[in-house]
Nanobody, 124 residues
Framework: QVQLVESGGGLVQAGGSLRLSCASSIRTFSTRAMGWFRQAPGKEREFVARISRSGSSQYYADSVKGRFTIDRDNAKNTVYLQMNSLKPEDTAVYYC?????????????????WGQGTQVTVSS
């Protein structure tokens, strides 16, 4: 049973923008914080951004702060990641994840639903 489906990845030149979407079929979507993570080739998965259940609070990794924006639409069961001023080092597979109920964290092991990932490639 598919729970999270990402879309919107692709190839973009440095300085460009992409908007990732993550559609959820989790019934408890609005009760969960949501996060975006990424994994570059040969590297560990890393936290990118998270958003609270209501969307009133967001938190970002230092590497993307000021360039990326996370938001959500609970009526559509969807979370987004707007990525501006993209850099080659942003190249990775991007994953959305749903946090365990009651958690709001940067730690991957506190998320219990994961999407399949979408590739983002930034050319120099």
């Amino acid at each position: 049973q598919v729970q999270l489906v990402e879309s919107g990845g692709g190839l973009v030149q440095a300085g460009g923008s992409l908007r990732l979407s993550c559609a959820s079929s989790i019934r408890t979507f609005s009760t969960r914080a949501m996060g975006w993570f990424r994994q570059a080739p040969g590297k560990e998965r890393e936290f990118v951004a998270r958003i609270s259940r209501s969307g009133s609070s967001q938190y970002y990794a230092d590497s993307v702060k000021g360039r990326f924006t996370i938001d959500r639409d609970n009526a559509k069961n969807t979370v987004y990641l707007q990525m501006n001023s993209l850099k080659p080092e942003d190249t990775a597979v991007y994953y959305c994840a749903a946090a365990r109920v009651g958690f709001y964290s940067d730690l991957a092991n506190e998320y219990d639903y994961w999407g399949q990932g979408t590739q983002v490639t930034v050319s120099s």
